[in-house]
């Protein structure tokens, strides 16, 4: 898919969705965005729930709304400097996993997620 494409996409969700997207400042850089859904297919199954990101961010372990476990994320863009890390317990205690672009279905699914800066250059 190209890059305008997912950036499309993404809005529209975001917009369909409303209060579930996470809001994000504007004027902030983005730092990235994913899109969880409780189906365990790809490409993604409608719910679909999208979570934005803007640098500077918490590196604080999330839980889902209502604890929901998901079964599928895609990863349509994410800044290198970044991790985005998956786990199978709402409180992060697994080991997690760091995942990559595109859609994917981990094993145990996703009750939580981190994100962190380790490669952050400034
Ligand atoms: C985190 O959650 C797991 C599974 O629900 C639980 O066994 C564990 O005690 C929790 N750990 C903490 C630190 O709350």
């Known amino acids: 898919m190209h890059f305008s494409t997912i950036l499309t996409l993404a809005s529209a969700m975001a917009l369909q969705l409303g209060a ?3 809001a994000v400042e504007k004027r902030l850089p983005r730092l990235g965005a994913f ?3 409780q189906t365990r297919a790809c ?3 409608q719910p679909i729930y999208v979570y934005e990101y803007a640098e500077g961010e918490g590196d ?3 839980p889902f709304f209502d604890n929901t476990v998901f079964q599928t994320v895609d990863v349509f863009f ?3 400097k970044c991790l985005l890390t998956l786990y199978e317990t709402h409180n992060c205690s697994d080991p997690g996993v760091v995942t990559g672009p595109d859609c ?3 094993d145990g699914g996703i009750a939580a997620h981190r ?3 380790p490669f952050k250059t400034s």
């Open 35 to 37: 899109g969880v859904s």
């Open 60 to 62: 604080d372990c999330k």
């Open 20 to 22: 579930h997207a996470a």
């Open 78 to 80: 994410w800044d290198p």
């Open 104 to 106: 994917w279905t981990p």
């Open 115 to 117: 994100v962190t800066c």
């Open 43 to 45: 490409p993604l199954q």
